[in-house]
């Protein structure tokens, strides 16, 4: 539970991000005109490739992996402007959907490359087009290529509250899992564990009477969630004698790598009614064992009454047991 909760800060965490770049014209290779000298070089006007990026991540990653972007010198950079585009490499910053990402990321140089470490997120990364680019003194830029990323697997905390209740045969309770954006309750998915059997049974709305499903809309100071109410009317026909455990689970339906850590987790606890007519019969043996009590007293006192005046009387002989 501790996990998912961690996860729901990063997931709602805030990411803060320097204005949108001007818009690049077209990017064209550099000539060794161009870096005749180092003013010259500060000088050039337009958009130059100069640099190529690498991104090392798998494909199909879950969300939180690592992602590495290198940033380094392309190999069509003429022989005259390589030590001038190598002596910008430090100063390269990381551009996604032409914003730079500079934040986001932690920065390591070292010779002739630069590189930027980071966690994957979804909504920053997915479908995201990066470079790695350098603003020269005079205006001009100097950029890479463009990567893609994509088929980042989207990984979503549950958490169900409450995490624990009781109640009574016949009444009915509710549970809402809460998640952290509306688009995870496409994937919601409940089911209830048979810790004894060890296997789940998915939780059908559709097709169970016992289950009502209905969803919670994001505010300002509630996270989107899903309810599921549960009826115990058909456990009133039973007999049950001792309390019913039940533990619900609430997580997403697309099987992701690491998406079991992000389960959320409920146990309720259906306790047997007290019979009444029970209760009405104890009453009613106790009320009689009580007055046969009473009776029985008043007789031993009546006889030991009598015996006692009979003796004082003499007429021992007169008496009926």
């Not at 500060?42 to 990653?61: R, T």
Request: glycine share 6%.
């Amino acid at each position: 539970m501790k996990f998912a909760l961690g996860f729901l800060e990063i997931l709602l965490f805030t990411l803060h991000t320097l204005p949108v770049l001007s818009t690049i014209t077209e990017v064209i290779n550099l000539t060794a005109e161009s870096c005749s000298n180092a003013t010259t070089f500060q000088k050039i006007q337009g958009s130059f490739q100069a640099y190529s990026v690498y991104i090392d991540l798998d494909e199909g990653m879950d969300e939180f992996k690592p992602i590495v972007v290198t940033c380094g010198l392309n190999a069509a950079v003429p022989e005259e402007c390589k030590e001038l585009v190598e002596g910008t490499i430090e100063n390269i910053s990381i551009s996604m959907n032409g914003t730079i990402k500079d934040r986001m990321y932690n920065e390591y140089y070292r010779p002739d490359i630069k590189q930027f470490g980071s966690a994957l997120h979804f909504e920053q990364h997915e479908r995201a087009e990066v470079k790695c680019i350098t603003t020269l003194s005079g205006g001009g830029v100097l950029v890479s290529n463009e990567k893609i990323i994509s088929d980042i697997d989207e990984l979503h905390p549950f958490m169900i509250f409450p995490a624990q209740q009781d109640v009574t045969v016949g009444n009915s309770y509710t549970l809402t899992c809460k998640t952290d954006v509306a688009r995870a309750l496409d994937d919601l998915s409940w089911t209830l564990w048979n810790g004894v059997e060890g296997f789940e049974t998915t939780v059908s709305c559709a097709d169970d009477d016992r289950f009502t499903c209905g969803t919670v809309k994001r505010t300002a100071t509630n996270l989107p969630g899903s309810v599921l109410t549960v009826s115990t009317s058909e456990l009133e026909n039973k007999v049950i004698s001792n309390p019913i455990e039940f533990t619900y689970r609430c997580n997403s339906a697309v099987n992701h790598t690491h998406q079991h850590k992000m389960m959320g987790e409920a146990r309720v606890t259906v306790h047997p009614k007290t019979s009444k007519a029970m209760g009405i019969g104890l009453g009613v043996t106790a009320g009689i064992l009580v007055l046969g009590a009473i009776i029985a007293a008043a007789v031993i006192i009546f006889k030991r009454s009598k015996l006692t005046t009979v003796m004082m009387y003499g007429k021992l002989e007169e008496t009926d047991a």
